[in-house]
């Protein structure tokens, strides 16, 4: 899945709008912004600090070339997927899912934020429920926990967190969502080999598509 | 029964705004027959409920003044008001037209004394003033109205009320017995200037119009500035009364959006920057004018306009699509968005908020004749365009977005294009 920057940074070179035209999903979007700002207006993170450019600022970025600002920008893992900017834009661009597929490029290219929570825990979790078809809460979470800021393994920090949530891992034990078992091999999909044989399949159409569009 | 003179030379003008009004007048005077329905008990349109014009200032009530004269003055033209077209059949040269006429219950007798207002009890929205305000169910339209004779609403009648303005009437101009009518006439060509209708800002639910009372649209601004408004020209914000001494105007309020409307309407950006003056004008240095807009669309020659109200500095630019708007305890509508210049955040209170709402056509969603429907399409946004050989002509905002200045040449083409119909008709039956 992975795609190397240099090797895109040179085939694209000065044209960055065109990279990710190809590239990142709805990228062909991006050329239709016209810089209203009410995608920015109506995001809910609004005042809040954290995230460097809001939707039309990257849009114009990707238009000026600052590809590595934007690919490194930690912007396009804030958003919450509430779909405002989306239903309120007026040129009808798919906002959120532009910035999704911005986002997606820069994982594959291996230079999104490192340990921005939002990509830490979609890769967690992808992990986790591609490997059987369903999610193991216990394994999540201890995967999710027990790691320290440079994502090191980190026992005291893990068992800290772990009793700070204490009262809602008892909450889904009761509710029958969470097994603590499970920490032991967790329950799965029917079909085991039917499931990876997909994912691969899926995988195999992914690369295709994105190599006919790269041609 | 009204009767109207029609032949297939006769040319038929939907619409009595200033479009409608042009074509007829400039039909009329070429020497051509005229017959021109609207469907308010007055002429004048949109027009007429405007305040003052861009990039003059001068008042509507003067330009349309002429044009009343020109059409008193001119004999080839029938004016029907109240009056809808309801059918239309046959082809270029040869049409047969259906107008359905809605009692005004008032006779051309009425000298415009005023003494049925008086009389009467029941109150009615004010449609010449968007509904800002009320009048009594026996009316003059407004001051300037042409005909100039009053109207009774058709609530009152069969009450008290409608007795009482017949007792009241000194000359017996009250006919309480008229009723709806449909008349037929023949035309050879017919222009559609069926203008445009403000865009329902309640539809752009962000901007809660409809729900803040003090979020208003821009053609309602201008019956606020307008001495003979519900105002009396104080522009005083609807909550409370307040004066609105901080407005804010916000651009492209369901413009060039494709939720909305996917057109720009040109006239706003210049209807805006036209209305911070009337601020200016009502309260001096102390009157703050703010655009919130994507960009100034203030076309060819208005660019001086423009570049005027740039350097008032009463007036500030904010390059912004507002993404929201909330209420704060005292009434004052707050501003919610990203200005792009720098991407600063902001939320600002302003005393008023003026939506800058643009044109859609009045033919969007009317059923059009089916004959006409042939000869006529729509654009994306509604508009009508031409397609092939037809009689049936649009003109003004019927076409397109425009201004006053280019309806009026809108509906001059269109007279032309008129004419030359009724014109090869003459001919082949000479």
Known sequence: ?215 | MTSIVATNQTILVVGGGIAGMTAALEAAETGKQVVLVEKNPWLGGRTAQLYRYFPKMCHPTCGLEINLRRLKANPRIQVLTMAEVTGISGEAGNYSVNVTLSPRYVNNKCTACGECSKAVNSEIADAFNYNLGKVKAAYLPHDMAYPQRYVLDPSIIGTADAEAAKAACKVGAIDLDQQTETVSLNAGAIVWATGFQPYAAEKITPYRYGEFKNVITNVEFERLADPHGPTKGKILRPSDGKEAKNVAFIQCAGSRDENHLRHCSRFCCMASLKQTHYVQEAFGDEGKSTIYYIDIRAIDRFEDFYQKVKANPNVAFVKSKVARISEDKNGDPRLWGVNTEGYKRYSEPHDLVVLAVGMEPAVKGMAIPAALSEGIVADSSGFLAMNGNTGVFGAGCATNALDVNRAVQSATAAALRAIQVVNQVARAEN
Not at chain 1, 30 to 56: E, L, R, Y
Not at chain 1, 160 to 187: C, D, T, W, Y
């Open chain 1, 1 to 215: 899945m992975s795609v190397n920057n240099t090797e895109m940074a040179v085939r694209y070179k000065n044209n960055f709008l065109k990279e990710l035209e190809d590239q990142a999903e709805m990228g062909e979007w991006i050329k239709m912004c016209m810089q209203c700002g009410v995608c920015a207006g109506s995001c809910p993170t609004n005042f809040h600090p954290g995230w460097d450019h809001p939707p039309q600022e990257i849009f114009m970025m990707v238009r000026a070339g600052r590809r590595e600002e934007v690919l490194t920008s930690n912007s396009m893992w804030m958003c919450t997927s509430c779909y405002n900017c989306y239903v309120r834009c007026p040129r009808k661009l798919p906002i959120t899912h532009i910035m999704h597929g911005i986002a997606n490029y820069a994982h594959r290219l291996g230079v999104a934020p490192k340990l921005q929570p939002t990509r830490n825990f979609g890769k967690i979790f992808w992990n986790n429920a591609a490997k059987t078809g369903r999610v193991n809460e216990v394994m999540l979470t201890v995967d999710l926990y027990f790691r320290n800021a440079e994502g090191k393994f980190d026992l005291m920090g893990g068992i800290k967190k772990a009793l700070e949530m204490q009262s809602v891992a008892i909450g889904l034990v009761k509710a029958g969502r969470l097994n603590p078992l499970e920490l032991f091999g967790g329950h799965k999909c029917k079909d085991q080999k039917g499931l990876q044989s997909m994912l691969k399949k899926a995988r195999e159409l992914e690369e295709t598509r994105k190599a006919l569009k790269a041609a």
